[in-house]
């Protein structure tokens, strides 16, 4: 009984995660811990009553499932928060990019009309004037370019930290609330099903 109630519950957790590709990942992290969990418990007898344990499995596989599905969602949440966020992030990295793009064009304008100049003199009287007229234009560009580059790698690394903090706490409640379900599933094979018994999945 004890080996074809832990591979009942294994192959739901199996498959759950199967059924989520995103989140599986994290959740077979999650589920690798649960499963330690069944193999090390001793609650799963033998003459446990074929009766009171379909009872119990019938009571507990739903919210077990349901637990699973809300990990599912809650992950695909922080992902995709976390994926929105870096996509804007990164249009404005390219207005920005944009932006410098342009200003450094007419910088290198100023330069290049130079070249239409035949006398060598008034080449090099025009791009002494180009480069003393763009010398403050190109140090701000310099500085600009710099902050701007500190300023998007700051941004994606709060948002992978965020992302994280989310999904962790994801995986936390899953494993929190699953184990206590199994915890009360083990009961149950030993005690019945009580007439009151709840467990929240969400």
């Known amino acids: 009984m004890q080996t074809s109630a832990i591979t009942i519950i294994s192959l739901a957790l199996i498959g759950a995660t199967v059924a989520i590709p995103v989140a599986s990942i994290a959740k077979a992290r999650a589920d690798n811990g649960i499963l330690n969990l069944l193999a090390q418990s001793n609650l799963l007898g033998s003459s446990a009553d074929p009766d009171i344990t379909t009872e119990c499995f019938n009571h507990f596989m739903p919210i077990l499932n349901e637990i699973s599905t809300n990990f599912s969602v809650e992950y695909e949440q922080c992902v995709t928060v976390a994926s929105q966020a870096a996509a804007n992030l990164s249009a404005k990295a390219a207005q920005n990019r ?12 100023a330069f290049s009309s130079c070249h239409s100049d035949t006398d060598n003199l008034d080449f090099f009287n025009c791009y002494a004037t180009a480069a003393s007229t763009d010398i403050n234009e190109i140090y701000n ?38 184990s206590e379900t199994f915890r009360q599933l083990y009961a149950c094979f030993g005690n019945g099903l009580p007439a009151d018994t709840t467990v929240s999945a969400s």
């Open 98 to 109: 944009a932006d410098f793009v342009k200003e450094t064009s007419a910088i290198c304008s």
């Open 141 to 178: 560009l310099s500085d600009n370019a710099s902050n701007a580059a500190i300023s998007l790698k700051g941004g994606l690394q709060q948002i992978k930290d965020t992302e994280d903090i989310c999904t962790n706490t994801a995986q936390c409640t899953y494993t929190e609330k699953t």
